[in-house]
């Protein structure tokens, strides 16, 4: 079926309007009336092509969206018409790899992202939700709380997964300190996250003029990693640290924060960044790495964020401030997600 | 009392005859004779302050060391006169923080280590192997089985322990595909233990010349990390590598070669690594450091070569060729570690 989309022709147009076509709802297939789609970082990246020339033209971004099923499939069985839900940024994995069997598709060598992305099964172009309407196989598919404020629900499903994965993955326990190294949309949604989980929980940032937001959001500290005093007072005290900065850093002042057997996860930095091995040596500590989490995970993170209330801090824009919303994010003015209410598009 | 001993007097003075002061066995003490003293790397770093500048002297390096026990203070229960025993790389800690009681002395903040150091509790500095005597707290002392080749143990105390620390703290079983990175004193320990365990070995270099003398020390395979065919056939396949390469390189290429949820343990890298977030975070692999072992862990460590006949390969010298081994140290010239035979001390 034809579909009204935004998107990108080539790596130098801006975000227009477009029409797509989507698959009518296979057996498995649910068809969903598309309401909001989170803007991520990783949107801006992919429309302009900056990761390594992979991108795919022409390009629908978009994977985080919430919105209420429309049509099920005949062998539907977890969805209904009208229910809400969400799809976050996977639509298929190969299923039957290690990774898959242990509800960690996101790990799978063959997962199909939301959008640019070739469909091996269905053929063509994935293309995302800054569109009316998706087709998506039912096991991507998530249930939303009816509880939760809708609108601010679309982040949940890319940056609030990305915080809540590591989180669970390392187990973190009520008391235990955690540090949320910067505060934007990654690192607000791990705040929220933490401090839900019972964590003592820390924002560390350059900026000392984030310190209030980050108290309002729920940290119970603001560590300022510049300065040399707030360092050494939290050395070797952190039980996990999550490191949300998108670009090349040092870690080494924060691999210092770490207790022995302790881990920072990189969730933001896909650039280098540098490492001395006697930081890591001295104490056993580990960096690791960490992307999204599974479907079931995903579940599960927003049966959390249903019970404690909790969705992402959203500046709601219609579709045709898509550019200026990038432009904005871009120097980091947004707080901390923008979302685009599909409802402008059909106008 | 007065004991031979081989130093330096400072950062540029040759390794040299001189004479220093042991203390009397107190009640908890051994007093070893020494018979073996292994030279490791960081003998020399010490030796010329090539650490930030915290050398302190005289200096009688040393801490790969294995005698037999002379004399034992009278509440000391585990040695007898006539044992033969080790010590490694400490002599003291504060012994009942959280990284003491869990046995890890290591990763006490206040550990003593055997040379190099001030002594808190005896005052003066601790003065190493390079000795005819030294005297120590039982705690810190190991038995060593007396049937393996005592000269050849004397490594195990620090480079068979460092490699087989993460080998057990990474839980290494039989079947699972272990990399060591370089091959030198630390690594062809790495190779022989890690084959003992029943892992399937592969010895990572940059020199396929050293493919035979891997092969012979019981590496199954050799991968040359400079062939990106090599790489490729060997990608996301490994359940540990422990990289044992003492100077800063670029850790990207073996990241890549672990599995999801895996890690690359630096044992060697004093000096920054190259770390690209992406390759972590991927396949939520972990770099992590590791640094010797606990006494327990190095009693347990040297029971398990005394079981599977396992010792360093050694080239054994005399006192008075220490400046010359360190000289061919530092141009790799050792097959894989010199060892000090202190006999040579006392004529």
Redesign the interface.
């Known amino acids: 079926m034809k579909t009204a989309a935004y998107g990108v022709q080539n790596a130098t147009s801006p975000v227009a309007p477009m029409s797509i076509d989507r698959r009518e709802p296979g057996p498995n297939d649910v068809l969903i009336d598309i309401e909001y789609c989170g803007i991520c970082h990783s949107d801006i990246h992919q429309a302009r092509n900056e990761w390594g020339g992979g991108s795919l033209y022409p390009m629908v971004p978009g994977h985080e969206i919430v919105g209420r099923v429309r049509q099920v499939g005949p062998q539907v069985s977890k969805f209904k018409p009208g229910q809400l839900v969400g799809v976050g940024c996977m639509v298929d994995s190969c299923r039957h790899c ?2 898959c069997d242990e509800g ?1 598709e996101q ?1 799978c060598d063959h997962t199909v992202f939301t959008y640019n992305a070739k469909d091996p099964k269905h053929g063509g172009l994935t293309f995302g939700g800054y569109a009316e309407r998706i087709t998506v196989d039912e096991h991507f598919v998530v249930s939303v709380p009816e509880n939760l404020d809708t609108k601010a629900v679309a982040p949940l499903l890319c940056a609030g997964i990305t915080l809540y994965s590591p989180l669970k ?1 390392w187990q973190v326990q009520p008391g235990q300190k955690v540090g949320i190294i910067g505060l934007g949309g990654l690192g607000h949604m791990g705040v929220k996250l933490a401090a839900a989980m019972g964590a003592h929980v820390v924002m560390i940032t350059t900026s000392a003029s984030k310190a209030a937001d980050a108290t309002k959001l729920g940290a119970h500290e603001v560590l300022i990693s510049t300065q040399a005093e707030d360092l050494a007072k939290h050395a070797s005290s952190f039980d996990l640290i999550i490191d949300t900065v998108p670009v090349a850093h040092d ?1 080494n002042p924060y691999i210092g924060l770490l207790k ?1 057997d302790k ?1 920072i996860v ?26 999204i989490g599974g479907i079931a995970e995903t579940q599960e993170m927003l049966d959390f964020c249903g019970k404690h209330n909790i969705v992402s801090d959203v500046e709601m824009i219609d579709a045709n401030y898509i550019n200026d919303a990038y432009e904005r994010m871009l120097k980091s003015d947004v707080k901390y997600r923008f979302v685009i209410d599909i409802n402008s598009m059909k106008a």
């Open positions: 290690e990774a960690e790990y993955h870690l022995r881990t990189l969730v933001g930095p896909l650039d280098p960044v540098d490492v001395h091995g006697a930081n890591l040596i001295t104490q056993r500590r580990h960096v690791a790495g960490s992307l």
